[in-house]
């Protein structure tokens, strides 16, 4: 694709300033969506180092794709990188109130994204960002694993349906990335806390989050286009 139009949701959470900065080198013009943007200070501070970066602000999936179609043309590329903090939800603390949240924000949110993309806009790819998580296994953090599975599960039915339509659909799954989301920099100021975390990495370093955005561009504008149904696991080994 030649300078395909990408809509990137939740772009100023996890990976996604860096995300849309892999992006636009790639060739991409991007549309950056993000509840945040309805605050115009945090919409100029985006912008402003990123001035290939359009905005939108993200609402109801229907309303946020149409509003980036509406202003921005037909989209070619759908990329979510949804992402929320992940506190412990110990075993006997799962109750619908405690996994409820975690479901909303990243299986059912991303999954409309999907629906409405697809009704309103003549997609090609859409690329997912989840989680390893559920393919290693975290205890104490059931909640949030299991959302993340539902989307790790759903990529290949995904893509089995939209195969004959020519879109194909991908997952791009890290664990133990630095952003501020799930390992902020606090955490790593503790030696303590920093080698315990980095002994439980094979690699024995966190990853970066220009390499996931790496990863996901992969699929996003690569020359990938005949690979669909991918779950890609980014942990340093860890999964």
Same mark, same amino acid.
């Given at each position: 694709?030649?300078? !395909?139009?990408?809509?990137? +949701?939740? *772009?100023?959470?996890?990976?996604? =300033? ?7 080198? @790639?060739?991409? #013009?991007? $549309? ?16 402003? !180092? #990123? ?29 979510? =990188?949804? *992402?929320? !903090?992940?506190? #412990?939800? =110990?075993?006997? +603390?799962?109750?619908?109130?405690? +996994?409820?949240?975690?479901?909303? &924000?990243?299986?059912?949110? =991303? ?5 409405? *993309?697809?009704? $309103? ?18 205890? /104490? ?18 893509? %089995?349906?939209?195969?004959?339509? /020519? ?25 303590? &806390?920093?080698? &315990? ?5 094979? %690699?024995? #370093? ?13 699929? *996003?504008? @690569?020359?990938? /286009? ?14």
């Amino acid at each position: 694709m030649a300078n !395909p139009i990408v809509l990137v +949701t939740d *772009a100023t959470h996890f990976v996604g =300033p860096e995300l849309c900065e892999r992006l636009i080198e @790639g060739g991409a #013009r991007v $549309i950056a969506a993000d509840a945040d943007f309805n605050n115009t200070g945090i919409t100029q501070s985006f912008v402003g !180092p #990123r001035p290939k970066v359009e905005t939108v602000a993200q609402t109801s999936a229907e309303e946020t794709i149409a509003a980036a179609k509406a202003k921005h043309g037909d989209l070619d590329v759908l990329v979510i =990188p949804a *992402a929320l !903090p992940a506190p #412990r939800t =110990p075993a006997e +603390t799962l109750s619908a109130g405690t +996994t409820r949240p975690y479901f909303e &924000k990243l299986a059912i949110e =991303p999954l409309a994204m999907v629906a409405a *993309a697809l009704s $309103i806009c003549a997609i090609k790819r859409i690329v997912f960002a989840t989680s390893s998580g559920p393919i290693g296994g975290i205890p /104490g953090f059931a909640a949030y694993a299991a959302a993340r599975a539902a989307i790790n599960g759903a990529v290949r039915s995904l893509a %089995l349906e939209l195969a004959p339509k /020519g879109i194909s659909v991908n997952a791009v799954a890290p664990n133990f990335i630095q952003t501020e989301t799930y390992y902020p920099k606090a955490l790593l100021a503790d030696p303590a &806390k920093r080698e &315990k975390l980095y002994g439980r990495i094979p %690699l024995g #370093r966190l990853g970066d989050a220009a390499e996931a955005a790496e990863a996901i561009a992969f699929f *996003a504008l @690569g020359n990938s /286009g005949f690979v669909t149904g991918q779950v890609l696991n980014i942990s340093g080994g860890w999964s």
